[in-house]
């Protein structure tokens, strides 16, 4: 019932600001600069973060995209957009407060920023768009589900929620780009999204690079925007430009070409993806050509195979190493001290992260990285509600996963000081500052710390620091 009354509500939100913009009072900000914080009318204390464009003019309607950074951190979310934003002349906005978290919180935060931004800016009701990284990407696509009035997505690195109100469906009208990096722990689940969205005949796109599970390089963000480009003349939102329909034809087919020299299968994609966005091409005929001939080829069998292998063998061990988190994170120890961890996560070095095959030692990293993600995530839940012993336990492994990251001690000492253990605190501290730690000011102002000045050994630890 929440969720219907959400939906309603977002929907209620956005027809009427956008259907009476002439009433609305524009208000004047810098153009070509991000401004980090602009208060939210209405709000206690709520900011985002705003790009205009060099050419934004607040007397003719705008597009514009809400971006949703999974930190919280606006302008961090938007550095990315900037350079497509200028070539595609659209507004950029991103919370300061939405963030990995309740979903009923960011939807608060959302509808009071969409009543700020549709009654000060002159913004076009049918170019609407939402992008998110991780678990923004999530939430920018909720948001589009439960409003029905977001024209598309651009979800990097992450799908959407399991929960089947907040999935696509087949009334869905909204365009939908995913862009992963093949070393992103969610590079498997952007695949399973692609059949999901093909399944109800939702127009879609996955575009994959060599990266990490970040926000996309500017490049990356550039294809999804030159898609809906291609996306907004076909659905007669914006007009025509052929200049531009050749130049991104060129650009593709270049990437392909390129691909096809070493990754025949993301050269396979990009070439299918020409062939269905530029039909009118006059070359395109080039272009089934190239398909037809690496679809025969045995480097493309062979990859396919090795891929197919690959993702089977991911999921399994992935379900392995999961089972067994899930297991211990809920009664928040590991009766073992951690030897089973220990043994499994040196095999995961050094049979996959370490390996000579370039698809095993992706597949290592994702599931590396997936390990982490889901440990940190599910620590910030327990610390949240104060199951402070489980919390140590997902931290003591994040330690344990990436033993030379300074920060996975520097989390480990919070915890403990959120337990009141002024020994593991301190212990785990000098851990971090051993291990290049050098932000001391955090730890010299951290307010979880200060309660154990006057501790002996606490200070004497304080002092080397200066």
Same mark, same amino acid.
């Given at each position: 019932?929440?969720?219907?009354?959400?939906?309603?509500?977002?929907?209620?939100?956005?027809?009427?600001?956008?259907?009476?913009?002439?009433?609305?009072?524009?208000?004047?900000?810098?153009?070509?600069?991000?401004?980090?914080?602009?208060? @939210?009318?209405?709000?206690?204390?709520?900011?985002?973060?705003?790009?205009?464009?060099?050419?934004? /003019?607040?007397?003719? !309607?705008?597009?514009? @995209?809400?971006?949703?950074?999974?930190?919280? $951190?606006?302008?961090?979310?938007?550095?990315?957009?900037?350079?497509?934003?200028?070539?595609?002349?659209?507004?950029? @906005?991103?919370?300061?407060?939405?963030?990995?978290?309740?979903?009923?919180?960011?939807?608060?935060?959302?509808?009071?920023?969409?009543?700020?931004?549709?009654?000060?800016?002159?913004?076009?009701?049918?170019?609407?768009?939402?992008?998110?990284?991780?678990?923004?990407?999530? !939430?920018?696509?909720?948001?589009?589900?439960?409003?029905?009035?977001?024209?598309?997505?651009?979800?990097?690195?992450?799908?959407?929620?399991?929960?089947?109100?907040?999935?696509?469906?087949?009334?869905?009208?909204?365009?939908?780009?995913?862009? @992963?990096?093949?070393?992103?722990?969610?590079?498997?689940?952007?695949?399973?999204?692609?059949?999901?969205?093909?399944?109800?005949?939702?127009?879609?796109?996955?575009?994959?690079?060599?990266?990490?599970?970040?926000?996309?390089?500017?490049?990356?963000?550039?294809?999804?925007?030159? &898609?809906?480009?291609?996306?907004?003349?076909?659905?007669? !939102?914006?007009? #025509?430009?052929?200049?531009?329909?050749?130049?991104?034809?060129?650009?593709?087919?270049?990437?392909?070409?390129?691909?096809?020299?070493?990754?025949?299968?993301?050269?396979?994609?990009?070439?299918? $993806?020409?062939?269905?966005? *530029? #039909?009118?091409?006059?070359?395109?005929?080039?272009?089934?050509?190239?398909?037809?001939?690496?679809?025969?080829?045995?480097?493309?069998?062979?990859?396919?195979?090795?891929?197919?292998?690959?993702?089977?063998?991911?999921?399994? !061990?992935?379900?392995?190493?999961?089972? =067994?988190? $899930?297991?211990?994170?809920?009664?928040?120890?590991?009766?073992?001290?951690?030897? &089973? &961890?220990?043994?499994?996560?040196?095999?995961?070095?050094?049979?996959?992260?370490?390996?000579? %095959?370039?698809?095993?030692?992706?597949?290592?990293?994702?599931?590396?990285?997936?390990?982490?993600?889901?440990?940190?995530? +599910?620590?910030?839940?327990?610390?949240? +509600?104060?199951?402070?012993?489980?919390?140590? *336990?997902?931290?003591?492994?994040?330690?344990?996963?990436?033993?030379?990251?300074?920060?996975?001690?520097? $989390?480990?000492?919070?915890?403990?000081?959120?337990?009141?253990?002024?020994?593991?605190?301190?212990?785990?501290?000098?851990?971090?500052?051993?291990?290049?730690?050098?932000?001391? /000011?955090?730890? #010299?102002?951290?307010?979880?710390?200060?309660?154990?000045?006057?501790?002996? =050994?606490? %200070?004497?630890?304080?002092?080397?620091?200066?």
């Amino acid at each position: 019932m929440y969720f219907e009354n959400l939906m309603k509500a977002f929907s209620l939100i956005i027809f009427l600001l956008v259907c009476n913009f002439s009433f609305a009072q524009t208000e004047t900000y810098e153009k070509g600069n991000i401004i980090d914080h602009i208060p @939210v009318k209405g709000s206690a204390g709520e900011t985002f973060a705003l790009y205009l464009p060099e050419t934004y /003019n607040p007397n003719t !309607l705008s597009a514009i @995209v809400f971006i949703f950074d999974p930190s919280g $951190r606006g302008a961090n979310g938007i550095k990315s957009f900037i350079k497509s934003a200028e070539r595609f002349n659209y507004v950029l @906005v991103c919370s300061n407060n939405t963030k990995n978290g309740p979903y009923q919180e960011n939807f608060d935060y959302t509808n009071r920023m969409f009543t700020h931004v549709f009654s000060n800016f002159n913004i076009d009701e049918k170019q609407i768009y939402a992008a998110g990284f991780s678990g923004g990407s999530r !939430l920018a696509c909720t948001v589009a589900v439960l409003t029905g009035a977001i024209q598309g997505v651009i979800a990097c690195g992450a799908g959407f929620p399991n929960e089947m109100d907040k999935k696509p469906s087949p009334v869905s009208q909204f365009s939908y780009v995913g862009l @992963v990096g093949d070393e992103d722990m969610n590079y498997q689940e952007m695949f399973n999204v692609k059949d999901w969205l093909n399944k109800f005949k939702i127009d879609n796109e996955l575009f994959t690079y060599e990266d990490t599970h970040r926000w996309p390089p500017e490049v990356q963000i550039e294809r999804a925007f030159k &898609w809906f480009e291609l996306q907004a003349y076909k659905r007669k !939102l914006r007009k #025509t430009n052929a200049i531009h329909m050749n130049s991104f034809y060129e650009e593709d087919l270049e990437i392909a070409d390129s691909l096809s020299k070493n990754q025949v299968f993301r050269a396979m994609m990009e070439y299918k $993806r020409l062939k269905r966005n *530029y #039909t009118a091409n006059k070359n395109i005929g080039l272009v089934s050509e190239k398909i037809k001939a690496l679809k025969k080829s045995k480097r493309y069998k062979d990859e396919l195979k090795i891929r197919e292998k690959i993702a089977g063998e991911e999921y399994k !061990l992935s379900e392995k190493l999961l089972s =067994k988190f $899930r297991q211990e994170s809920s009664y928040g120890e590991s009766r073992d001290n951690y030897a &089973w &961890w220990r043994r499994e996560l040196k095999k995961l070095d050094e049979n996959y992260v370490k390996s000579d %095959d370039y698809f095993t030692r992706k597949m290592g990293k994702r599931l590396h990285y997936r390990l982490q993600a889901v440990a940190f995530e +599910t620590s910030m839940i327990h610390r949240n +509600t104060r199951r402070l012993d489980k919390a140590v *336990y997902c931290d003591k492994l994040l330690v344990l996963i990436s033993p030379d990251q300074p920060w996975t001690y520097y $989390r480990l000492a919070e915890t403990h000081a959120m337990n009141n253990d002024a020994k593991n605190t301190r212990i785990n501290l000098q851990f971090a500052v051993d291990k290049g730690f050098k932000q001391y /000011n955090r730890i #010299t102002s951290n307010p979880l710390f200060s309660k154990f000045k006057g501790d002996k =050994k606490f %200070d004497i630890f304080l002092s080397t620091l200066n």
